[in-house]
């Protein structure tokens, strides 16, 4: 498989990882206690669960494509999820946006764009 198919699955897997988890967490509620428990509710709430998959999948992906290409270029790949995450979560989550945030996010896309050339 193409190690660049690699890289953006990985990505790909870690973007859905963090919004699983965020989903998960925002069914129970915030958390004030860090015990047993806590640990366990969290950890086996399905969203939660999923997500830690989805890191585990993207993580494999990205040993794979590592393999085959250079760190330099594979690694700042990964500020895509700066980019997709916030996005993400404005347009569903209805999150906050502002100005600064999307002026950030056109940062990290021209940085990603010099760094894979």
Request: proline share 4%; no cysteine; charged share 10%.
């Amino acid at each position: 498989m193409d190690p660049k198919i690699l890289l953006f699955s990985a990505i790909f897997a870690a973007v859905t990882g963090q919004l699983l988890m965020k989903t998960g967490l925002n069914q129970l509620g915030a958390l004030t206690d860090i015990n047993l428990a806590v640990f366990f509710r969290m950890v086996f709430n399905p969203y939660v669960f999923g997500g830690i998959a989805s890191y585990g999948i993207g993580f494999i992906a990205y040993l794979f494509a590592l393999s085959r290409l250079d760190q330099s270029f594979a690694y700042p790949m990964f500020a895509l999820g700066y980019v997709l995450v916030p996005l993400y979560n404005w347009i569903v989550m209805h999150e906050p946006f502002s100005v600064a945030r999307l002026v950030g996010i056109l940062l990290v896309l021209v940085g990603v764009s010099l760094i894979s050339r």
